[in-house]
Nanobody, 121 residues
Framework: QVQLVESGGGLVQAGGSLRLSCAASGSIRSINAMGWYRQVPGKQGELVAGITSGGITNFADSVKGRFTISRDNAKNTVYMQMNSLKPEDTAVYYC???????????????WGQGTQVTVSS
């Protein structure tokens, strides 16, 4: 079964750092883009960061200069380093991966289970 498993969320004070990880497993042929959305109850989710298979990155304006994203293709894993965290970063972070599964040539989007990030002031 193809799945994405997230880890690294938790509680942190403003100004602190966290690193999220998201590992894909299962019958995977290759992976295109990976990244994270975040969602606060009562608000629309937003794209936080993404990274293409070639390593090109994209960030929400609100996190530019504070967050970085990287991937280890050999491990089918994406990482997001979150520095200088602010209370407004508090959200559930959902990893996504555009995965090409075995026997297929086009990708489908899979989602992680979500991980809570809480930043206190």
């Amino acid at each position: 079964q193809v799945q994405l498993v997230e880890s690294g969320g938790g509680l942190v004070q403003a100004g602190g750092s966290l690193r999220l990880s998201c590992a894909a497993s299962g019958s995977i042929r290759s992976i295109n883009a990976m990244g994270w959305y975040r969602q606060v109850p009562g608000k629309q989710g937003e794209l936080v960061a993404g990274i293409t298979s070639g390593g090109i990155t994209n960030f929400a304006d609100s996190v530019k200069g504070r967050f970085t994203i990287s991937r280890d293709n050999a491990k089918n894993t994406v990482y997001m380093q979150m520095n200088s965290l602010k209370p407004e970063d508090t959200a559930v972070y959902y990893c996504y991966g555009d995965l090409i599964t075995t026997y297929y040539t086009s990708s489908s989007r899979f989602w992680g289970q979500g991980t809570q990030v809480t930043v206190s002031s």
